[in-house]
C-alpha cells in the first residue's frame, strides 16, 4: 500500500519570502500522480500543483513548483513570494495512474499548517 | 469549470440517528469516492465506486455505512445509527478515470453528532 508522510506538522514564514514544504512517499508503482492540496479554514479542498511520475520536469503554477525527486520518492512544494492568502493546511497527496494497480482515489499526508507573517 | 456539489453543508443529528449526505458528482465521471477528515486530523478515504458496485472500501467503512447512486446523478453516504465519532467532514469527490490526474472534490459536509 502506498503511504505519504508529511514531517513538518506546522512551518511559518515572513509574508513575501520563500517556504518549502516537504513530502516523501512510498511506492513500488511506475505509475502514478503526485498532488498539494491546499485547505483554507473553509475546509473546501483546492487543488495546488500535479505532477505526473512519467515527467522528469518539475512542475509550476505560478508561485508555486515543486521539487519532483523520483528515485528519493520525495515531492516538496515550494512557494515563492508568500502571501497571507496562503496561510492554509497543505496536504500531499498520492493517486495511482489510470494503468496501475494500486489502491484506488487519493493518500493524503497528514498534513504541513502553514503560518504567513505579517 | 464543472463541480461537484454537496447537500447540506451542515448537518446536525442526534446520536443514534440515521443520516444521508448527498452529492452530485460531474456528469460525465465515473468513479465516485467519500472521504472524511475529523477536525484537526487528515483526511482518510472511506470508500470508492464504479458500475453501481463499491470497488474499495477502508477499515472505517463498517456496517454502519452505505453508498447508493440510486438515480444515476446523485451519490449518497448513509450512516445509519450515528455516534459521536462520526463528527468530521465528509467530502465527496468523482472522477473520469480510476487512476490518474484528477479528482475533483465537492465543498464538503460537515456532521455534528450530538
Known amino acids: 500500500a502506498q503511504t505519504v508522510t508529511q514531517s513538518q506538522p506546522e512551518m511559518s514564514v515572513q509574508e513575501a519570502e520563500t517556504v518549502t514544504l516537504s513530502c516523501t512517499y512510498d511506492?513500488?508503482?511506475?505509475?502514478?500522480?503526485l498532488f498539494w492540496y491546499k485547505q483554507p479554514p473553509s475546509r473546501q479542498m483546492i487543488l495546488v500543483i500535479r505532477q505526473e511520475a512519467y515527467k522528469q520536469q518539475n512542475a509550476t503554477e505560478n508561485r508555486f513548483s515543486v521539487n519532483f525527486q523520483k528515485a528519493a520518492k520525495s515531492f516538496s512544494l515550494k512557494i515563492s513570494d508568500s502571501q497571507l492568502g496562503d496561510a492554509a493546511m497543505y496536504f500531499c497527496?498520492?493517486?495511482?495512474?489510470?494503468?496501475?494497480?494500486?489502491?484506488?482515489?487519493?493518500?493524503f499526508g497528514k498534513g504541513t499548517h502553514l503560518i504567513i507573517q505579517p | 469549470e464543472p463541480e461537484v456539489t454537496q447537500t447540506p453543508s451542515h448537518q446536525v443529528t442526534q446520536m443514534g440517528q440515521e443520516v444521508i449526505l448527498r452529492c452530485v458528482p460531474i456528469s460525465n465521471h465515473l468513479y465516485f469516492y467519500w472521504y472524511r477528515q475529523i477536525l484537526g486530523q487528515k483526511v482518510e478515504f472511506l470508500v470508492s465506486?464504479?458500475?453501481?458496485?463499491?470497488?474499495?472500501k477502508s477499515e472505517i467503512f463498517d456496517d454502519q455505512f452505505s453508498v447508493e447512486r440510486p438515480d444515476g446523478s446523485n451519490f449518497t453516504l448513509k450512516i445509519r445509527s450515528t455516534k459521536l465519532e462520526d463528527s468530521a467532514m465528509y467530502f465527496c469527490a468523482s472522477s473520469p478515470t480510476r487512476g490518474g490526474e484528477k479528482l475533483f472534490f465537492g465543498s464538503g459536509t460537515q456532521l455534528s453528532v450530538l
Open positions: 511506492t513500488s508503482e511506475s505509475d502514478y500522480y
Open positions: 497527496a498520492y493517486r495511482s495512474g489510470d494503468s496501475g494497480g494500486g489502491a484506488d482515489g487519493l493518500t
Open positions: 465506486f464504479y458500475n453501481n458496485e463499491i470497488s474499495e
